[in-house]
């Protein structure tokens, strides 16, 4: 919020005499009670002679391209001869007898615009008379001439002090719960505890911003008809008139400068008296022309569908959710956001109603969205306005326009709704001291509590709190608490960092996750963060049936995108996405690797409990047993080639060895013993694809994945993926003692002859139980296929590693080791030893 520092002193100084800060204190001020500044900016220096003038003569200039007059304006002696300046100007908005600030030759504007005589329109100006943008008090589109009422001062005098040009203006960060400080009254209590000041309220004694309500007549009877309806949710509307006003009168000097400096224009006198009620008190207001309106007023739901053209003259379709005022002819205003054309005040406008409500703040937030509508009045009434002061921004209101524009303030005022009652807030006088750890008197407490505005009754022990109407955002005791160590000074509260327990360390899962990271890592894999999120269609275009697990999806109902509205259940959408990215930049060769939670739905979903209590133990059981459920997963993606082309070689593509590898660097990071064999599971191509698995138990799956989806997705073929859910893993600290033997080891060989069905895995775990406690690994080394053996036959090659523990073995007896293997092999598999 823009605020002029010297509005928010005057304020202050009403009953605090000869108060005054420098522009830092102030800023100092507002960070001590917690608003952030985004900056302050002195309006602009004005140098040389600056004074006011009247202008005593104007003659039009005609045969030019644009309206021109040439003015005579009286300065008194500040010319030197006492004799009037002559001034071109083609400004419109001033009369002979208007007093005027002129800017004489020698003066300089701000941005660097130096005031000399000059001849123009064939005659010589000697000076300029100002407007507020050529003074740095507004932008140029908002300003006309300065015009003044004779008792600013005489002509001649130094306008700088008597037009306020002395100022700085404050751009105050209002955070989104505090909406009662988007107000003059707001921030002006703020700042009378920062300086430990009497704060005089606004709207319990007008006269502290110089409003005279006394011509304001009791109210006394109805105005005029209001239909409220439940629907709107509407907590308060009023209603008052003021009849027979100039409609030609401007807003004088003084008011059209702190909307300026508010950042608000000047528009009529009538729309400018419900700005500076609602910078005053915060409770925006509307206007209508009083002449326009037919019938009685009724506040409703507009029907959906319904077309209101709002003051922006932009014709808008209205929801059932946007709440209107309507008299008998239609729609009037959007309650809260912006009024309408049909009733807007006029230059022929006589009589006026004045509106102060307090709506809905959710209702009116919609709407403003709803319509990418946001303005000040809505601005507030998201945030919260205070209800009590509806009667008094409508008097006050009545008060400034009769004083500014004549006319008379009817008695009758129409008035709907109460103003709601707080709730009362029980705390220890001792809370505040207890979080914060510093001690704070019991006095001191209660004495910011008041200051808030808070009714505090003292029973001892506990203290019962009543927050103000206006705080909306307190609503328990930590409120309070906060209220206090804000006030009372954030800084002085001491830091202390809490002492972390020590000797736990990482936990095994933890662990785990670094060994697999790490492992993948230091094999060639990059780590990718996997989205979470996977689009819509995944498992349709991966052809997968209607009762795979994969398919039980957590759906978002509010998703950032929305083709992507699924939790992935899969790390390889993601991971696949990111290789696709990679080529089509150029990078073919690739070796990704993920580590992430996927997310299960479960079927039993919870209802969602009431929101005024803490639920039960058993809700709450219930709550977290419906929570999706994620494991943890790690996948793989590779294409292109994993050893490049060189001196020392034609390099190797990606294969899927290469995945199965990539899960068996998983199952050793993780400790566990990875069993391999044949599968069919989508995405995966059906003769390339490898079940993984620890016992009996399937824990993920890697090989080359189906061409057709390769090509739907647009990618290399041959890319290969393993996918492993590491939660399934059996997690078992194992710390085995190294066994070492002095004596050597004795290589063997072996090849067997089996059907082409027989898994090679499954023939190298029988080699390994024949040949006994000696054999300390097995490895298969040669795949052969020939004429010679058969059709539907092949031929494979181990290398067998014997070393026992306490002797050096020979060749007769690890030969027989060798034997009993290959008699084992063929007993259940119908393996031949192949010479």
Request: overall charge negative; some cysteine.
């Amino acid at each position: 919020m823009l605020i002029a520092q010297n509005w928010v002193t005057g304020l202050l100084g009403h009953a605090n005499d000869n108060w005054s800060v420098s522009a830092e204190e102030l800023d100092a001020g507002f960070v001590r009670v917690g608003f952030e500044t985004e900056g302050h900016e002195p309006i602009p220096e004005t140098t040389g002679p600056l004074v006011l003038g009247r202008v005593s003569g104007i003659e039009e200039l005609t045969g030019f391209k644009k309206p021109i007059r040439y003015c005579q304006v009286d300065v008194g002696r500040a010319n030197g001869s006492g004799e009037p300046q002559g001034i071109i100007c083609g400004a419109r908005n001033f009369a002979e007898g208007d007093l005027v600030v002129v800017a004489l030759p020698g003066a300089e504007l701000p941005g660097g615009f130096k005031i000399s005589a000059r001849e123009t329109y064939d005659h010589v100006s000697e000076g300029m008379i100002c407007s507020a943008a050529e003074l740095g008090l507004a932008d140029k589109q908002n300003s006309g001439i300065i015009t003044l009422s004779d008792d600013y001062g005489q002509p001649g005098d130094d306008a700088r002090e008597l037009i306020g040009l002395h100022d700085t203006v404050f751009d105050v960060n209002i955070t989104p719960d505090r909406g009662y400080a988007l107000s003059a009254r707001g921030l002006t209590r703020e700042l009378a505890s920062a300086f430990d000041l009497v704060f005089s309220d606004p709207a319990e004694n007008p006269a502290v911003a110089g409003v005279d309500t006394s011509a304001v007549p009791a109210a006394s009877g109805e105005l005029l008809g209001v239909d409220v309806r439940e629907e709107t949710k509407a907590i308060r509307f009023g209603l008052r008139k003021v009849s027979g006003i100039d409609p030609s009168v401007e807003s004088p000097y003084w008011l059209q400068r702190e909307l300026m400096l508010s950042g608000q224009r000047s528009v009529n006198a009538t729309t400018d008296v419900t700005n500076y009620v609602m910078l005053l008190l915060g409770q925006p207001m509307h206007a209508f022309d009083a002449g326009r309106i037919t019938g009685g007023l009724t506040v409703r739901n507009a029907g959906a569908g319904e077309k209101f053209e709002t003051l922006d003259h932009v014709t808008r379709e209205l929801s059932s959710e946007d709440v209107v005022i309507c008299d008998e002819t239609g729609i009037q205003s959007m309650a809260g956001v912006m009024g309408g054309t049909s009733s807007e005040i006029s230059e022929t406008t006589t009589d006026v109603y004045f509106e102060a409500a307090t709506w809905d703040p959710k209702t009116v937030a919609r709407t403003s969205r709803r319509h990418k509508l946001s303005s000040e009045s809505s601005r507030r009434f998201e945030r919260g306005v205070d209800p009590a002061v509806v009667e008094v921004a409508l008097d006050i209101a009545c008060a400034l326009l009769v004083e500014i524009a004549g006319g008379t303030v009817e008695a009758g005022r129409t008035l709907i709704g109460e103003v709601p009652g707080m709730p009362t807030i029980g705390m220890r006088a001792t809370h505040p001291s207890e979080l914060a750890g510093v001690e704070y008197p019991r006095e001191t407490v209660i004495n910011r509590l008041r200051e808030v505005g808070c009714d505090v009754v003292d029973e001892g022990e506990t203290l019962q709190v009543t927050p103000p109407t206006w705080r909306t955002d307190i609503g328990m005791p930590a409120d309070l608490v906060e209220e206090v160590l804000r006030l009372e000074g954030l800084e002085d509260i001491p830091l202390v960092l809490p002492t972390p327990a020590g000797g736990r360390g990482l936990t095994r899962e933890q662990r785990r996750r670094r060994a697999v990271g790490h492992a993948l890592a230091y094999n060639g894999y990059a780590e990718i963060l996997p989205s979470p999120f996977i689009a819509n269609d995944t498992f349709d275009a991966w052809e997968l049936g209607g009762d795979d697990p994969r398919r039980n999806a957590v759906t978002v109902q509010n998703p950032l995108e929305a083709d992507r509205a699924i939790l992935g259940t899969t790390l390889l959408p993601s991971m696949l996405d990111a290789v696709a990215r990679n080529v089509a930049r150029g990078r073919t060769d690739v070796a990704l690797f993920g580590l992430q939670q996927v997310s299960f739905a479960r079927e039993d979903v919870s209802p969602m409990p009431s929101v005024d209590s803490r639920p039960d133990e058993e809700t709450v059981r219930r709550l977290l047993d419906s929570l999706p459920e994620q494991p943890l997963h790690v996948a793989t993606v590779g294409t292109g080639r994993i050893e490049f082309e060189g001196p020392w070689g034609n390099g190797r593509a990606y294969s899927y060895a290469d995945a199965i590898e990539s899960a068996r660097v998983v199952a050793r990071g993780a400790g566990v013993e990875l069993e391999v064999e044949s599968a069919e599971h989508l995405p995966w191509h059906p003769g390339r694809c490898a079940a993984l698995k620890v016992g009996d138990r399937v824990v993920g799956h890697a090989g080359e994945l189906h061409p057709q989806i390769l090509e739907r997705l647009e990618l290399p073929a041959r890319t290969c993926a393993m996918e492993l859910d590491v939660t399934a893993l059996p997690l078992e600290e194992k710390l085995p003692a190294p066994v070492l033997s002095a004596y050597p080891a004795l290589h063997q060989d072996i090849a067997l002859v089996v059907d082409e069905s027989v898994p090679a895995e499954t023939v190298r775990k029988v080699v390994a139980e024949g040949a006994g406690e000696l054999l300390e690994s097995v490895e298969l080394f040669d795949i052969f296929h020939g004429e010679q053996l058969g059709e539907d036959r092949k031929s494979l090659a181990f290398s067998l590693l014997f070393r026992a523990g306490d002797r050096t073995l020979t060749d007769e007896e690890v030969n027989v080791h060798r034997l009993a293997a290959a008699e084992l092999a063929k007993e259940r598999l119908g393996a031949e030893l192949r010479a």
